[in-house]
């Protein structure tokens, strides 16, 4: 009874309050209302540089970047996960994607740091989480320290749309890769938002393709760029689009990478943005 009235009277008020409950490996994972939108995210380490990761499409704390809040050093890093509106416990309500998502997600993502009381911050962005991502350190530079993508891209053209085409189906992809999302969702509402995603993805084709290319020219952080080079998803032009448009971005290729690097390598991808969030030397890239 007190924490249903709690919850009522943070969104009332529009004002963030965190509420706790257990989760996996004894970490704590939190709900903070911003705009009176509930937001789930995870806290772990205790650095002195803070991380904030946006997962991808659909995606959650735990599957999407589990390697990284068990694998990256806790004390070098403060890592904050987040769920985007729509996402894994970021509902109710549930989320009507528009051409705007991205957009939307890149405001939402900035309410919350600050909601957190993070002055700064490195952003860790994958696929659509990455493409958000962009937008945010274009539009709130003060804000992002250093950026690293990937399997994210800032346009959508006829061919990408066209890939997506091939999995707009759940039937079409792999157990491991359903099964989590059937369990958090449920099979008839996990249709329901992708079938929503795939339409905003038409829209924002429909409307020329672009989400953020005109805003690289913005974003002014050191950034580095990820890339799986068999990524079924996201082909090389957009990583090269990327680095070619963002000022000083590094540019480096997983070979028998596809979409999901930070899993499948984890080891090499948490050596690799350690470094460049420490500032080592990475030359070599």
């Keep these: ?13 529009n004002i963030c309050r965190r509420i706790s409950f257990s989760t996996q490996a004894q970490v704590q994972e939190r709900l903070v209302y911003v705009d009176s939108q509930k937001i789930n995210y995870l806290k772990v380490g205790k650095g002195p540089k803070n991380i904030v990761c946006f997962p991808g499409a659909l995606g959650t704390i735990w599957s999407d ?26 509902r109710p309500p549930e989320r009507i994607f528009t051409s705007q998502f991205f957009q939307e997600d890149a405001d939402t993502g900035y309410k919350l740091v600050k909601a957190l009381g993070l002055r700064s911050f490195s952003l860790l962005g994958w696929s659509d989480g990455g493409t958000a991502g962009l937008i945010l350190a274009a539009k709130y530079p003060e804000v992002v ?41 449920g099979e008839k509402l996990l249709r329901e938002i992708q079938n929503s995603v795939f339409e905003a ?14 805003l690289l020219k913005h974003i002014s952080c050191p950034t580095l760029i990820l890339h799986g080079a ?8 957009h990583p090269l689009y990327l680095r070619d448009n963002i000022k000083g971005a590094k540019l480096h290729i997983f070979p028998e990478g596809k979409h999901n690097i ?24």
């Excluded at 707009?168 to 989590?180: H, L, T, V």
């Excluded at 068999?230 to 032009?237: A, G, N, R, T």
């Excluded at 930070?262 to 890239?285: P, V, W």
């Design 145 to 185: 320290e250093k950026l690293v993508v990937w399997g994210s891209n800032s346009y959508i053209s006829t061919e990408d749309f066209e890939n997506y085409e091939k999995i707009q189906n759940i039937d079409s992809w792999s157990e491991n890769a359903k099964a989590p999302l059937l369990e958090l969702y």
């Design 262 to 285: 930070h899993i499948r390598y984890a080891g090499e991808f948490n050596d690799i943005t350690t470094k460049f969030l420490l500032g080592e030397d990475l030359s070599e890239l």
């Design 201 to 214: 993805n038409r829209a924002i084709v429909n409307q020329g393709g672009d989400i953020s290319s005109s």
């Design 65 to 90: 970047f589990k390697p990284q809040i068990e694998g990256l050093n806790k004390e070098e890093f403060t890592i904050f996960v987040w769920e985007q509106p729509g996402h894994g416990k970021s």
């Design 1 to 13: 009874m007190y924490l249903s009235h709690l919850i009522k009277k943070c969104m009332n008020r």
């Design 230 to 237: 068999k990524d079924p998803l996201v082909s090389l032009e």
